[in-house]
């Protein structure tokens, strides 16, 4: 019986070892100021959906990558996400917006993160789900706008882009976002994250307080059990488009 529980001991120590590895190393980014910035776009949206915030970051010296996730799974997405921060210049900012916060709750674990950056974003805790963090909180008007296909691939109607998703647009801007976003598979709400990044690197949150998507309630809840460092925007769901300066300085400064 010994031989079995010293080897159960070992492997255990081996994973701590691992973890210890990972934790000390993502310590070492988080004291040096990061190089890159990685954008991960949310659901019913693409990388195009920073194109703003991406001229901005590029002037106070940062190289960014906007990642272009299929949206088909969780699993998908954080690989996807591994990738590009896989061939990025260390240390890195991960961005994520809106379901792009549950992607980067996972991906951030990579020991080249230096800085998490949530904008407007699902922040899943422990064994939770983007759809469990919605737990306790009223309906957010905007999900009557979703539209699912046979296949369960979910987006917004066009009128729902325009009263609920990015009303502070211009019509032109509303149109682009209808036509450009992306179809989230509705499974992928229900994938429960594998890792917490925010448990041990610095993070920081963009609170969208006219949200119709993601309550603003939760977003302030979020920030505080992250112990995030947030600012509030007077923005719908797309606070990287309506507020781009303000989004883009909190990245700046979570890059330092």
Known sequence: MKTPTRLAAFISSLAFMAHMGVASAQATSASTPAKTVVLVHGAFADGSSWNKVIPLLQQAGLKVIAVQNPLD????????????????????????????????????????????????????????????????????????????????????????????????????????????????????????????????????????????????QQQADQAKRMNAVSVDVPSSHVAMLSYPQQVADLIIKAAK
């Open 73 to 216: 799974s969780l699993a998908g997405d954080v690989a996807y996400t591994n990738r590009a921060i896989a061939d990025a210049e260390g240390p890195v900012v991960l961005v994520g917006h809106s379901w792009g916060g549950a992607v980067i709750t996972d991906a951030g674990a990579n020991e080249k993160v230096h800085s998490l950056v949530y904008v407007a974003a699902f922040a899943p805790a422990d064994g939770q789900s983007a759809l469990d963090t919605t737990k306790g909180y009223p309906h957010s008007p905007g999900q009557a706008s979703f539209v699912k296909d046979q296949a369960g691939y979910v987006k917004v109607s066009d009128e729902g882009v325009a009263k609920f998703f990015a009303p502070d647009l211009s019509p032109s801007e509303q149109a682009l976002v209808a036509a450009g976003q992306g179809a989230l598979n509705s499974h992928a709400l229900g994938e429960p994250v594998q890792h917490v990044a925010w448990h041990n690197v610095p993070s920081y949150a963009v609170i969208a307080t006219k949200d119709a998507i993601i309550s603003p």
